[in-house]
């Protein structure tokens, strides 16, 4: 691609985009979800769209009903009214860091603005943002500033394209109150498409994000899949990548749908995908299973899920953004903050076969089948030590076996009848120095393991292949 090479708004000049080595090498990121959505801590970060709903719209409890009973009516206590509440009195972006760190993330990705429609970074196009209410802080530029510091890239995420749909007004609601139209939009018919007005203030607030932080990652969540944002899609991918063009940066734009195959990252919401993607992709999930952001009585993953998810999407051609939801007083709960230390321990001991990697000729082996899509992740079976994956880098394949599998490992993909017979020069585990013996017949790649497990969850056959 040559130096004056410029981006034009359509699909057929965006094919020209190229998903950066950066960003296939470091294959772990954060997603953090944190707002004023964060102070009911009630069941799930649309708070702000079913607290306005006396109905069970979704499964789960009447959220109007709490609120009224907790927070009062919303013609009296409006979503509004959480924003003085949360200020965000414990929170050390440097500390958030420095268990990044540890988790052995590569990228950070806050949520820049959520549907609530509350940047959390000073926007200048609307007056409801962190940097002037709440906390009275620049959030995303904080964070921006001590990823940076730490060598880590930087990413934000919008949801904002959501935000004319997100809110329900009545009479009796504050999202009627005059002067309120800035933050809850001007009431409107629900199946009403987006007004050009809205929708001029999406496009200057998704450039205003670009231009502010200069993103590695920008990341979309659903929204702007309606048809009034088509024309936008392809504007909003030229305009950024040309940016980074002037900049010499190699950013990464993610989508979940109404994009084209290879002009961005595809992402999956808490799913995954069952065979290698020919292009790119990423899973986004979190550490916990009911919510995106914090909540008092969320239900949190295993280690070995987290972890076996990881190594299942790496070896699928993908990364894994993983969210962890902050109280509103910005501290990590101690359940979030130990799963990232268990992650990052095993990638202490295993990060050779993740980072830097790339798929082989077949992702892997085993019984436990994948459900494919979005919102998929309930309805997966844990893996078992039947299961194994593969990477590869250099001279090196690694068959990471997703469980203990006893005193010795059958791999089946790896007989001499596959593309390694007559290649392996030898065979270890990732972070034991045990030596392991190994045969290679036409049935299978037979290794003995170590008597002192390595690590815990996953188990790192490392074979060494010649050229």
């Known amino acids: 691609m040559t130096t004056d090479f410029r981006y034009e708004p359509n699909w057929d000049s965006l094919q020209n985009y190229e998903v950066p080595q950066w960003f296939m090498d470091d294959k772990l990121g954060i997603f953090i979800h944190w707002g004023p959505y964060s102070v009911p801590a009630f069941d799930n970060e649309w708070y702000p769209r079913f607290m306005y709903r006396d109905e069970i719209s979704r499964k789960g409890p009447n959220y109007h009903q709490h609120h009224t009973e907790t927070w009062g009516h919303p013609s009296k206590f409006g979503y509004k009214d959480f924003i003085p509440l949360f200020i965000a009195e414990n929170w050390d972006p440097a500390q958030w860091l420095d268990l990044f760190q540890k988790a052995g993330a590569r990228y950070i990705v806050p949520v820049a603005e959520h549907h609530d429609g509350f940047p959390m970074f000073a926007s ?13 802080r620049d959030v995303c530029k904080e964070l921006e500033r001590e990823s940076r510091a730490a060598g880590l890239k930087f990413g934000v995420s919008s949801h904002r394209a959501f935000n004319w749909r997100y809110y329900t007004y009545a009479d009796d609601f504050d999202t009627t109150h005059p002067g309120l139209e800035d933050l809850y939009c001007p009431p409107h018919p629900e199946d009403a498409p987006a007004s050009w007005d809205f929708l001029q203030n999406w496009y200057a607030r998704t450039l205003e994000m670009i231009d502010y932080f200069r993103p590695d990652v920008l990341w979309f969540d659903f929204g702007w899949h309606f048809d009034e944002f088509e024309p936008y899609r392809p504007q909003v991918a030229a305009y950024y990548y040309n940016r980074a063009l002037e900049w010499g940066s190699e950013p990464v734009l993610q989508y979940k749908d109404k994009f084209p195959d290879g002009v961005a990252v595809y ?7 069952d065979d290698i993607r020919p292009h790119y992709w990423q899973t986004d999930t979190a550490v916990s299973y009911k919510a995106w952001s914090y ?6 993953k295993s280690p070995a899920t987290i972890i076996h998810d990881l190594v299942d999407i790496v070896s699928k051609n993908g990364n894994l953004l993983l969210n962890v939801g902050p109280r509103a007083d910005g501290v990590i709960p101690a359940e979030a903050t130990q799963l990232l230390l268990d992650l990052g321990a095993w990638l202490d001991v295993n990060g050779e076969a993740i980072y830097g990697t790339r798929h082989w000729e077949r992702f892997g082996e085993g019984d436990t089948a994948v459900v494919v899509g979005h919102l998929t992740e309930r309805s997966n079976l844990p893996f078992t030590a039947k299961d194994v994956r593969f990477t590869q880098k250099d001279d090196a394949l690694y068959a990471i076996v997703l ?3 006893g005193s010795e490992a059958a791999i089946t993909s790896l007989g001499s009848g596959s593309s390694l017979g007559g290649r392996i020069r030898g065979v270890s585990m990732l972070g034991s120095d045990e030596p392991v013996s190994w045969k290679q017949d036409e049935n299978a790649l037979t290794v003995s393991t170590p008597n002192q497990r390595p690590c815990d969850h996953a188990y790192t056959f490392k074979i060494e292949l010649q050229g």
């Open 124 to 136: 200048t196009h609307t007056r409801w943002n962190a940097a002037q209410m709440g906390p009275k």
């Open 267 to 273: 992402d999956v919401e808490r799913g995954k995908l």
């Open 295 to 300: 909540i008092e009585d969320d239900e949190f």
């Open 403 to 405: 469980g203990w599998p």
